[in-house]
Each structure stands twice: as C-alpha cells, then as structure tokens.
C-alpha cells in the first residue's frame, strides 16, 4: 500500500533522512522504532509533504506523492496524526469532529455515530472545547478526527508517548478496533512494549537511516538491537 524508498529529507539546509526505505502492506500495523532524534517524526512528515524531500519515492496505492502538497495527500487518503495533537482549541469536541470530516472531502463509513461508538468519553466531553481537555482526551479527539477524515492509511506519532498505562491499554484496543475496520496503520512509537503489543512488523531506525527491519517479536528479542538502537 505504501512504499517508501532512498527518501533523503530534512530541514532548510540540513539532511536529517539518508536514504530511508520501507513498506507497509493493506491491513497492518507497522511501527517505526528509534531513539530521540533518529528521524521517526521526521519520515512521517516526509510521507504526507510537511518535510522538504530532496530525492527518493512515496508511492501509496502505486501513485507517486513526493511533490505533491499535504491536502492532496489527504485527500487520497492518508492521515496523519502528529504528537503535538493540533485540534482546534477554541472549537469543541464536536466542532472539531464535524471539520475534520467536511475538509476531508472524502466520503466513507466514519461519521460522529460511529466515532463516538468507539470513543464514548468524546460523547460525554462533545460540548467542550480543546483547551477544556486533558492530555489524554486531546489525543483521543485527535485520533477521531483523523478517522472523521476516513483514511485508508492513519500515521500516528507517539500515540502513547505520556498516556498513563490504563489509558495505553484502553488506546491499544482502540486501535485493534480501528484495524478490524479496515484501516492500515503506521505509527512511531520509543515505547518497545506498547509496539509489541500492537504492531506486526517495524523498522529501526537510527541517525536517519533504516537499520533494520522484521517482526516485532524478532527485533525485540535481538539483544544486540535493542542495546545499540531502542533502549533509553
Ligand atoms: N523543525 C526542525 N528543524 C531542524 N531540525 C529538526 C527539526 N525537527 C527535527 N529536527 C532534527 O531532525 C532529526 C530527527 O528528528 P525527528 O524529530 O525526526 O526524530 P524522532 O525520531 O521523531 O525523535 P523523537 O523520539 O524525539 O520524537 C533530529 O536531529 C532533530 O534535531
Ligand atoms: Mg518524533
């Protein structure tokens, strides 16, 4: 579904990715692993056009999206949900669903009923507006938002980071949920449990480069890996 390949990006002069490559398949949960700095933010970004691209691919559903601008990407079907959360804080809970799905421009199965089903607190919390919102609930309203948009592909940046472990687990069945529903995922993610948990494969990556890839369940196991590129 996506294929990414030689992706050099960075910042105004400086290059942060050298050559990152991977894939993701229809249907899986695919997380990208790495210490501060390693560049997981940075490929999410470069994926959906909010990173400067210097050379390489992103081909989604075979159709080629560096150049192309971020609402565009949407459009077809990408969405990204980034750590910092980005609702609108004066809107409601409500009001910011409700957007997100008319600027979308895409039709699909999410709609308020159906988010709502699978976030009931947002139910309860639809009269607030964003600044009225615990961290927490603030990335919950972010996640409903990017569904409101139906996305066939959903880019979560630590999705987790900061959550209290009961939230996690409650966060970790929602995304088990959203899968069944047909939506591929892609997240990044320093929490090596929560991705074992959740994901099928993943990629390490490290000073901008992709150091390995497999099994969640192979990558943790390798003691090797896990001192060189994952522990904190
Ligand atoms: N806006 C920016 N301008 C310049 N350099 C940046 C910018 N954002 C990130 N960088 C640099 O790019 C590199 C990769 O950062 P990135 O945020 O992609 O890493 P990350 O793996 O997401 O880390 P973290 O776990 O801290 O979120 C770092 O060296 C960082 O300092
Ligand atoms: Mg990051």
């Keep these: 579904m996506l294929t990414v390949e ?38 999410l970004r470069a994926v959906v056009g909010l990173v400067h691209v210097h050379r390489g691919s992103v081909r989604f559903r075979d159709v080629e999206l560096v150049g192309r601008p971020p609402f565009e990407v949407a459009r077809r079907g990408i969405a990204y949900v980034p750590d910092d959360r980005r609702i609108f804080p004066d809107l409601t809970v409500e009001e910011n669903l409700q957007l997100a799905r008319y600027a979308s421009g895409r039709e699909g199965p999410w709609d308020l009923e159906r988010v709502y089903g699978l976030f009931p607190a ?21 996640l409903g938002r990017a569904l409101m948009s139906n996305p066939e592909l959903l880019l979560l940046d630590e999705p987790v980071e900061g959550l209290a472990p009961l ?6 069945q929602t995304l088990r949920e959203i899968r069944q529903a047909g939506v591929t995922i892609l997240l990044a993610d320093q929490n090596l449990r929560f991705c074992r948990r959740i994901a099928d494969r993943g990629y390490v990556l490290d000073k901008g480069t ?23």
């Excluded at 229809?26 to 940075?42: D, S, W």
């Excluded at 947002?122 to 972010?142: D, F, I, N």
């Excluded at 943790?220 to 890996?225: H, I, K, R, V, Y």
């Design 6 to 43: 030689g992706l050099v990006a960075g910042y105004g002069g400086s290059v942060v990715l050298h050559g990152v490559g991977f894939s993701v398949q229809r249907g899986e949960v695919v997380a990208l692993l790495g210490r501060n700095g390693a560049g997981k933010t940075t490929t």
């Design 122 to 142: 947002l139910r309860e919390l639809r009269h607030l507006r964003g600044t009225q919102l615990s961290g927490g609930q603030q990335k919950m309203l972010a």
């Design 210 to 232: 992709v150091r390995l890839g497999g099994t969640l369940q192979a990558i943790t196991s390798d003691e090797q890996t896990v001192r060189q590129y994952l522990a904190v």
């Design 167 to 172: 939230v996690v687990r409650q966060l970790e």
